[in-house]
Every structure is written in C-alpha cells, then in structure tokens.
Antibody, heavy 120, light 107 residues
Framework: QVQLVESGGGLVKPGGSLRLSCEAS????????MSWLRQAPGKGPESVSD????????DYADSVKGRFTISRDNANNSLFLLMNNLRAEDTAVYYC?????????????WGQGTLVTVSS | DIQLTQSPSSLSASVGDRVTITCRAS??????LNWYQQKPGKAPKLLIY???NLQSAVPSRFSGSGSGTDFILTISSLQPEDFATYYC?????????FGQGTRLEIK
C-alpha cells in the first residue's frame, strides 16, 4: 500500500525541540523529492522544507531557516524534521508529502499529519 | 513570494450544481498551478496539476483551466462527497505557496 505515516508530534514548551519522522511504504522512496508542510488551525498549507531524492539539495522556508533541519534515510524509507527553538507560531499539523516525479513542487501523496503544539 | 488569492472564500451549493472557484496569482506562473481538496481532519489530496491535468483516480467532473495569472477549478455536477475546502498552489516559484482556501458547503 502506497502511504506515508508521520509520528513524533506533541506538546512542547517555547524554545523546546521535537523530531518528526515519516515512514514511507509502497513506492521507491529513494526516487522522490520529499517535503514537510504544515497547516495552522484555520489556515492553508505552508511549505516548510524540501529535500531532493539524494538528499543533496535542501530548501527551507524563511520562517524556519536556522531552526529546522530536514534529513532522510533512503535505506530505511524515512524522512525526518528536527525542530529546534520552537515558537508559538510553529503550532500546526505537520505533513510529509511526496513530490511528483519530474515536478517536485506538486505533492501527489500526503501523510495523515502529526500535530505539534508549542505552548507554555 | 508569489501570492495566490482565491475567490470566493466560501460557497454554498446544492448537489448537481456546477461550481467554479477562481485563483489569481500575483505574478505570471505559466501553468504551474495545482488544486487540492481537503476534508475536515484529513490531509490535502491532489486533484489537478499543471492547471489542466487530472490526477489519477480523480473523477472527471473536476476540471481545471487557465494560464498566466488567472485559473479556474470547475466541478461540473456536485456530488455529496465534494463538499470540502479547496486550495490552489503554485509550483512555479520557491517557496511554493497556497491560496487561503475556498470552503464549499451544502446549501
């Protein structure tokens, strides 16, 4: 079954850290760009970070640059997002998503999401 | 960043109605415009990519059009399962950005 399953969300205090994971199955993970996106309550989705199939090309939204780190383990079909120095405005549902072949900005497969709440 | 403005923000319609949702980009993005459907508590689902291309397994009542700055999502005959929020997204520039959404409700 082709799917993405996120984990690692939770409640964290401002300034704290969390590591999100996304496990892929049913497709050749190492062939695809992968992304983390987030969606705050009542808002549209927002791109957080992208990583190329090899892991050599990485992009971040300005709002998370220097605080978040994306990585992947192609041997274990896994994507990660390490989030440091978390702020209240990082509160959102975080989704991992697959970039469509040859056009990675098109996200054709999404996980179910994991909720991150930053609050004291 | 490229801004996307959707209209209307919300829409009430009945089963069987034809519905159109508009997305306007703040600069020309050729045809790098995609549409997603999101139901409450679920992840977005890709419907249309490249302005006009129907994603696999998406019903043919969904269609997309437009180029440059103005784009339209059309649902030809609303079904009960189509009541959801719809987002446009541009994949022309980095960062990819999304519209604010159009909530489609049952009249």
């Amino acid at each position: 079954q082709v799917q993405l399953v996120e984990s690692g969300g939770g409640l964290v205090k401002p300034g704290g850290s969390l590591r999100l994971s996304c496990e892929a199955s049913g497709f050749i993970f190492s062939d695809f760009y992968m992304s983390w996106l987030r969606q705050a309550p009542g808002k549209g989705p927002e791109s957080v970070s992208d990583i190329s199939a090899s892991g050599y090309t990485i992009d971040y939204a300005d709002s998370v640059k220097g605080r978040f780190t994306i990585s992947r383990d192609n041997a274990n079909n896994s994507l990660f997002l390490l989030m440091n120095n978390l702020r209240a405005e990082d509160t959102a549902v975080y989704y991992c998503a697959r970039g469509r072949a040859y056009s990675h900005g098109i996200r054709d497969l999404w996980g179910q999401g994991t909720l991150v709440t930053v609050s004291s | 960043d490229i801004q996307l403005t959707q209209s209307p923000s919300s829409l009430s319609a009945s089963v069987g109605d034809r519905v159109t949702i508009t997305c306007r980009a703040s600069q020309r993005i050729t045809n790098y415009l995609n549409w997603y459907q999101q139901k409450p508590g679920k992840a977005p689902k890709l419907l249309i990519y490249g302005s006009t291309n129907l994603q696999s397994a998406v019903p043919s009542r969904f269609s997309g059009s437009g180029s440059g700055t103005d784009f339209i999502l059309t649902i030809s005959s609303l079904q009960p399962e189509d009541f959801a929020t719809y987002y446009c997204q541009q994949s022309y520039g980095t960062p990819n950005t999304f519209g604010q959404g159009t909530r489609l409700e049952i009249k």
